[in-house]
């Protein structure tokens, strides 16, 4: 065994020492972290969007066919909210009643730490109210949770197709896509589902002394099983069923309507026409100007969303050559793209930023130190990447923004040690010695260093809200990353600089440069050094005027500063618009292809894809349904490297838009830009609460007026619709009950005299899709109300009377929709802005001081924000206890570091400064201040802590070993790290500079974050420089002058008269010293 001969200095530790001398064991250390890093990134990890985490949304959806919004509200949305209401764990209550459906979206508390435990008493609540409170005529209740499963990819299926034949192949490209590892589902839209119609001829029915009550209710009972008990035979025991099925056509066309007992019997067929149909057209989809079936592809949580979008596409091409020639597809919103983007920028910067970064060291250290340090960042970035998986996170969209961010920080520790092992061979150590005691003195300063670093980001995992959850695991990574760039240094690093001292000369040129840049740091070093004489001879003033200007800076940028929730990123906009309700389907798919070509009027290479939809509107957290509403969804092309910003190519077809919803008379009309980020709302959002609609919408529309006037608004708009002309058929309760029924039955006659009545389900052999059995009258009967004179219904004592004298005809209009927030009616008031004109903070504002002084008119009227705001607000309060968390902590652990109350009030002392910093660097060029912005800013306050944290360090260290004034101990020791503030300050900035300019790939969603950070960190650095120097001496002054005060008065209350002949002199004296800083 090699022993270690070494001298021992006093001054190291035993610890580093062995770390130093062990170059196998460390070797074999670094190597294994590399490989095993390695291995998880190329073979294991997962790469997909945002990880797997919940929205806890809960839906609950309730059918109830034929039913107007109000009766829905009545007889079911208000059961159910009563029900669901006393759940704890729920945060916010929405309910939408619509004609013939229920729709309650339960937001749950996202803190909550069992949400499944909350989701099963929702359903036990829902199952308990349906049995004893919910019509029986209507459809059981449908709970699911809304998941973050987004579509890795959307597939429009669109060709030279019948209706039939397109169903087909969008059915078997579905079976051929579910089988790629790693798919979960596909969801289908402008996908119309098979359908048995038995359309009743009312004139055979009536013949035959039947009538269509009857026709529903033979078809239900021919389909039936039921068990018929047990037989034991032999010592076996046999199950007995009572079995009648019905699985075709035919089946339902033989079902016995009426026999006698010659054998004459009365079939299905003999009284209607049965036939499969595709369910009648409510809405589709169209898929760049075509009629499509869209498919979006959903993968499981251990898929890899680059794999399955390649075997995807790899099937896709496939089935189009081998099956169907002639049919087009086409593709959205892909994934797979932003996933690989990041990872290109995240490489491309990564390098750009290490080899700037090498540069920049090897200008101002030894060949040597340089290359060393920078090994730290492959060794980090691969250390996180195994915490990563034994944690179970993904390669996703947010680590990779922690991997981009954390890269321009992980050198900071190793030029801190290398500069002083650097330092102390200078000073004539040994090379072994130099390593051992050099790592010995920094180990706490950059255990220090790093865990105030790590300390200001561990309380971003715990942000509340949605937001919270969205942006929980990038703090992880960073935390994780910053952990393994310490072992690096503190345990690695030294033993690489003694073992591998290589010597290494450089070209003429390349000397040249390395001198000149010396001298360039010598002579700022002599600057520098002429500039702390000032400062330490005059720091009261010099704290006065950085104190002046921090102040005056902070007010003019908290003026004038634009500030966002997410960047202002547009991959995507939205045209919706809403026609007069009662708007035919025809009508609507007109408007919907006369705004696409309003759309293609755009550059063609800007476009990806356009998406319509005829008849519905919005995603599964805010839809909207009717054959009066549509939408264009306009995917820009993301490949374009220099395309348009998605904003102005909005503005460039909004006025034709908007002139177009004009000479329609369109009831709404939005152009509505979709940002990336967690799902936040509108940029306006306002819910007005009352109980009665008349009070709400009078204010509503001063409020929209009000709205519209402020500069930047756009599609300023409310919820509230009228419903569609209504025929009320009032049923005769004494007359029904006489004839012996029931409402319920006359409902589902007249259901299915209109509509359709469905029955059963029949499943067919070899297909996995129930086909309804809907009972009906021909079309030609559907469009006459007249139809009701012909239709007649059974009587429990056999005879038939017509439907008429039972019923009584009103004619009104109702409420399209029913919206309710926490079980009380809303109307909301949304819209959005034009970000280059007025921020969506600036707009909330000026409304809510509007709504302050109106509310007074409007008793009983209340009202919240919802949207952006409310999420932002959320957001906003969580990032401020973060905050004052993470620096109640870093107090904490600099205190016990320094054995000082006062050194970590100088040490964080800086912080307003880095903030500054970033303020400045968004305010001149006009960027904004984004959520993201703020997480970049703690980052920037762990590197500017770190400066500072090293210069206290060093001034303390110099006052034990050098001795001499303060003035003196200030100078050498701001000196000192004169050299390692600007390496690390520099490095820093050339490691996030290249992704804040796009130098290595664009990547729009974090470029304001990196040049923020890049920037503000340049300017805190330099302030550093001068303000700890400066408060450190002006503090020790302060300091000094209470000691003698305090002595000076502890003596003038014991002896006065000796104290004041003894201290008149020097009393004054110290007072002009205090006051004028200076001897």
Known sequence: MKQNNHPRDKRESGLFRFFVHQSVFINILYLAVIIVGLFLWVKVLNREAFGNFDFDIVQITTPFPGATAEEVEQLVTLPLENAIKPVEGIDELWSVSVE??????????????????????????????????????????????????????????FGELSEWELRKAADELEDVLEDIDGVSRIEINGYKEKQIWVEADVNKLNETHLSLLDLINRIRQADHTSPGGRLDIDGREIIIRTLSRLQTIEDVERVVLRSNEQGNAVLVKDVAMVAERLERERRFTRFNTSKAIELHILKKDSGDTLKITDQVKEEVNNFKENRYPKLQFAYANEIAFYINRRLNVMIRNGTVGLFLVLIIMILFLKPQSAFWSTTAIPFAFLGGIITMYLAGLTINLLSMFAFILV???????????????ERKREEGLSPFTAASVGISEMSLPVFGASLTTILAFAPLAFMSGITGKFLRQMPLVLVACLIWDLIECLFILPGHLYHYNWKISFPRFIQSIRNSAQKGLDALSLFYGSLLWRIVYWPKLTVTILCAILAISLSITGIYLKRSFFPNIVDMFVISFENPVGTTLEKTERIVKELESIVYTLPKEEIEAVVSQVGSQGDQRRSNSGTNVGEVRVYLNKYKSDRIH????????????????????????????????????????????????????????????????????????????????????VIDQEATARAGLTTAQLASVVRAAFDGFETVDIKRVGETDDIPVL?????????????????????????????????????????????????????????????????????????????????????????????????????????????????????????????????????????????????????????????????????????????????????????????????????????????????????????????????????????????????????????????????????????????????????????????????????????????????
């Open 407 to 421: 890269g321009g920080m992980l050198v900071d520790n190793g030029i801190v040690v290398a500069e002083y092992i």
């Open 775 to 1079: 009972v009906k009258l021909p079309e030609s009967a559907r469009e006459r109300l007249s139809s009701l004179d012909e239709i007649r219904i059974t009587t429990n004592r056999g005879n038939l009377v017509p439907l008429k004298s039972l019923i009584k005809i009103e004619r009104g209009r109702g409420i399209l929709r029913i919206l309710r927030n926490d079980a009380e009616r809303t109307v909301t008031i949304s819209g959005e802005v034009d970000s280059r004109k007025v921020t969506p903070a600036e707009v909330n504002k000026q409304l809510e001081a509007f709504l302050q002084e109106k509310l007074t008119e409007y008793p009983g009227v209340r009202y919240k924000f919802s949207g952006e705001k409310k999420n932002q607000d959320e957001s906003n309060q969580s990032l401020k206890r973060a905050f004052l968390v993470a620096l109640v902590l870093i107090y904490l652990v600099l205190a016990t570091l320094f054995r000082s109350y006062w050194d970590p009030i100088i040490i964080l002392s800086v912080i307003p400064f880095g903030l500054l910093g970033i303020f400045l660097a968004l305010l001149i060029p006009g960027k904004f201040l984004t959520l993201l912005v703020w997480i970049g800013a703690a980052g920037l306050m762990g590197v500017v802590i770190n400066n500072s944290i090293l210069m206290v360090d060093t001034f303390n260290r110099v006052k034990r070993q050098v001795g001499g004034t303060y003035k003196e101990t200030v100078i050498q020791g701001a000196r000192q790290r004169l050299r390692p503030i600007l390496l690390t300050s520099l490095s820093t900035f050339f490691g996030v500079m290249p992704l804040g300019y796009g130098i290595g790939g664009q990547e729009p969603f974090l470029e304001d974050m990196a040049y923020a950070f890049g920037w503000g960190l340049l300017f805190c650095s330099v302030t550093t420089l001068l303000w700890i120097p400066a408060f450190f001496m002006s503090s020790m002054q302060t300091m000094i002058f209470f000691k003698r005060t305090y002595k000076f008065v502890f003596l003038s209350i014991c002896h006065p008269v000796r104290f004041v002949r003894k201290h008149f002199r020097q009393l004054g004296r110290m007072f002009f010293i205090y006051f004028l800083g200076m001897k």
């Open 100 to 157: 013939g459906m229920s729709i309650i979206t339960v937001q749950l508390d996202p803190d909550s730490n069992d949400s499944q435990k909350i989701v099963r008493t929702i359903e036990r609540e829902v199952d308990r109210i349906r049995m004893i409170d919910l019509p029986d005529d209507g459809d059981e209740p449908i709970v699911r949770e809304i998941t973050a499963a987004f579509p890795v990819v959307t597939i429009g299926v």
């Open 646 to 729: 998605g904003e102005i190519l909005m503005e460039q077809i909004r006025g034709d838009v908007e002139e177009y919803g004009q000479e329609k008379n369109l009831v709404k009309l939005d152009l509505e830009k979709v940002r990336g980020g967690p799902p936040s709302g509108r940029a306006i959002e306002l819910l007005l609460i009352h109980d009665e609609y008349k009070q709400i919408l009078i204010l509503a529309e001063e409020i929209k007026t009000f709205l519209k006037n402020i500069k930047g608004t756009i599609g300023i708009s409310d919820d509230y619709d009228e419903g569609k002309e209504e025929i009320r058929l």
